[in-house]
Nanobody, 115 residues
Framework: QVQLVESGGGLVQAGGSLRLACAASGNIFRINAMGWYRQPPGKQRELVASITSGGGTNYADSVKGRFTISRDNAENTVSLQMNSLRPEDTAVYYC?????????WGKGTLVTVSS
């Protein structure tokens, strides 16, 4: 069982920046992937960005060049730096941890981007 606690989020104007952070605890193995998903109002949850324990990254096309994911393997944390935010980035953002095919989720943090 892996527990995830998110921090960050909030209200920001279009063009602004926010940083999300997530700390994982519990039964964590060395090889895993962590990432961020988001669920806009009335829409399905979608991948934003992910990063493996080896440092490989994957981004949704809509955030490439604006968002940067990073992690600290020693601390079991993952962060998402979000720049040039747009109103369409408004969503609940969820931290995700995946190992041996098992997903764990944080409770989510709301990001609201005003126009």
């Amino acid at each position: 069982q892996v527990q995830l606690v998110e921090s960050g989020g909030g209200l920001v104007q279009a063009g602004g920046s926010l940083r999300l952070a997530c700390a994982a605890s519990g039964n964590i193995f060395r090889i895993n992937a962590m990432g961020w998903y988001r669920q806009p109002p009335g829409k399905q949850r979608e991948l934003v960005a992910s990063i493996t324990s080896g440092g490989g990254t994957n981004y949704a096309d809509s955030v490439k060049g604006r968002f940067t994911i990073s992690r600290d393997n020693a601390e079991n944390t993952v962060s998402l730096q979000m720049n040039s935010l747009r109103p369409e980035d408004t969503a609940v953002y969820y931290c995700n941890h995946r190992q041996f095919g098992v997903n764990s989720w944080g409770k989510g943090t709301l990001v609201t981007v005003s126009s």
